[in-house]
């Protein structure tokens, strides 16, 4: 099984992308997923995570308030919406899938990963 991002591209900072996951071919309904990011040779980072209902929520520090996670079960999507873009927000874009988690902020326990997408803020 493998999700697929898309909504990444070129944005001056200040502005807003909105991402989405899907999954060709399974239901994402039972399964809590997160966004993480990563630039070439750096740790991935994990932004937010969402629990299966949609009622949890948890974010990173670096993007709180400015990140929102969603997801529309009847779409099988999660949104990653991101406002006031910045710079230092360049990078590869993923999400991943794990049955059951809750939210969880810790990446290891997400079974199920995408491509990515990427992010480039830049004037």
């Known amino acids: 099984a493998q999700l697929q991002e898309s909504g990444g591209g070129l944005v001056q900072p200040g502005g807003s992308l909105r991402l989405s996951c899907t999954a060709p071919?399974?239901?994402?309904?039972?399964?809590?997923v997160m966004w993480i990011r990563q630039n070439p040779g750096e740790e991935r980072e994990g932004l937010a995570a969402i629990s299966p209902s949609g009622r949890a929520e948890n974010y990173g520090a670096s993007v709180r308030g400015r990140f929102a996670i969603s997801r529309d079960h009847a779409q099988n999507t999660v949104y990653l919406q991101m406002d006031n873009l910045k710079p230092d927000d360049t990078s590869t874009y993923y999400c991943a899938a794990g049955v059951g988690l809750e939210a969880s902020m810790f990446i290891w326990k997400y079974d199920y990963w995408g491509q990515g997408t990427q992010v480039t803020v830049s004037s």
């Open positions: 071919g399974f239901s994402l309904r039972d399964y809590g």
